[in-house]
C-alpha cells in the first residue's frame, strides 16, 4: 500500500520561540518522534554530521532525507557512498549551481543522473531558489529535455520568486500542474507573494495556505498514478528560522511558534492524503 511519510527539517528546529535553550540533536530527534513524524530531514554534506544524525534518527526508528547543496558534481560521489553507508531513505540536492547557458544545465543534469543511477535510494533535484532551478520556465524546459529527472518540490519559491498573485491565474496554475507532475517529494511551508514563509496560523494568510493545500493535493494524486503499489512519499515540513526565513517583531523573536506551526502542517498534509 502507499505511505505518506511526513518529516520534520532539523534546521527548523533551530531557534524556535519558545525554547530557552538549544536543545541537544539527540533532545530534537526524540521530540519528533514523539510528536508522530516519520523521519527527519538533515544536512547531509559532512560525515561527521550525517553519522551524528544517523544515528540519533535509528536510536529513534525514524527514516532520513538528507540534503545537499553541491557547488559542482565532484561532490555528489562522497555523499552518495553516506547514503549507502547510513541507509538514507533518498538525497535532496540543491543544485548549488547556475548557469546561465540551458546547454550547460542539461548537461549538468545529465551527468548527474549517470552519477546516481547505481544508488539503492533515490535521489531528487529540489525546486529552489538561488539554484538550479531558480526559474519555474526554467525548470519547464529542463523538465522537457529530461524525461528521467525527478523533483523534489518545495513551491514555496516558485510563488515568492514568480510574485504568484491571488487569484492565481490559470497559466501559472498550468505551469505548477507541470512541475508537480514530476515531483515525487515535498518540502513545505506556505508563501505569499512577497514572503518565502507565511505565518500559518495568522487567519490572513488562510488564503495561500488553501492554495498550497491545493497543490499538494495535486500533487500527492499524481505521485499516486506515477509511483508503485508500495511506495512511499515523503513530505518534510521546513518552517525555517531566521534571518533566512521566519519573520521576527519589533523584539528580534519569532512572530509565531515554528514548532506548533510544524505540527499544523503535520496535520494539514495528513489530512490532505487522508482525503485523496
Known amino acids: 500500500m502507499q505511505k505518506l511519510l511526513v518529516l520534520q527539517s532539523l534546521w527548523a528546529m533551530q531557534n524556535l520561540r519558545n525554547t530557552p535553550i538549544e536543545r541537544s540533536l539527540e533532545e530534537n530527534v526524540a521530540l519528533i518522534r514523539q510528536a508522530g513524524f516519520d523521519g527527519i ?37 562522497p555523499t552518495l557512498e553516506r547514503g549507502v553507508r547510513h541507509g538514507l531513505h533518498h538525497l535532496n540536492l540543491q543544485l548549488n549551481m547556475r548557469p546561465r547557458g540551458f546547454a550547460e544545465a542539461v548537461d549538468i543534469l545529465g551527468r548527474l543522473e549517470a552519477m546516481t543511477r547505481h544508488v539503492d535510494f ?5 525546486t529552489h531558489r538561488g539554484r538550479l532551478t ?58 505569499g507573494s512577497g514572503q518565502v ?17 491545493s497543490w499538494w493535493a495535486r500533487g500527492f494524486a499524481s505521485w ?37 506551526e510544524s505540527l499544523m502542517l503535520q496535520k494539514l498534509v495528513r489530512d490532505i492524503w487522508a482525503e485523496g
Not at 533515490?122 to 529540489?126: C, I, K, L, Q
Not at 514563509?197 to 493545500?213: N, W
Open 134 to 191: 531558480n526559474d519555474l520556465l526554467f525548470t519547464l524546459d529542463l523538465l522537457d529535455a529530461l524525461p528521467n529527472l525527478k523533483l523534489l518540490g518545495d513551491l514555496s519559491h516558485y510563488v515568492v520568486a514568480r510574485e504568484v498573485e491571488l487569484p492565481v491565474s490559470q497559466e501559472t496554475e498550468a505551469q505548477i500542474s507541470q512541475v508537480l507532475d514530476r515531483v515525487w517529494a515535498f518540502h513545505g511551508r506556505i508563501a
Open 224 to 260: 499516486c498514478r506515477r509511483a508503485g503499489a508500495d511506495d512511499e512519499l515523503s513530505f518534510v515540513c521546513e518552517l525555517g528560522p531566521q534571518p533566512y526565513y521566519a519573520i521576527s517583531g519589533a523584539d528580534g523573536r519569532d512572530l509565531t511558534d515554528r514548532w506548533d
Open 41 to 77: 530531514s538533515t544536512m547531509w554534506h559532512d560525515d561527521a554530521t550525517a553519522s551524528a544524525s544517523a544515528a540519533a534518527a535509528k536510536a529513534e526508528g525514524l527514516i532520513m532525507e538528507g540534503t545537499c547543496l553541491p557547488v559542482e558534481l565532484d561532490e555528489v560521489p
Open 197 to 213: 514563509q507565511l505565518p500559518i496560523s495568522f487567519p490572513q494568510h488562510r488564503p495561500y495556505v488553501d492554495l498550497f493545500a
Open 122 to 126: 533515490p535521489v531528487y533535484v529540489e
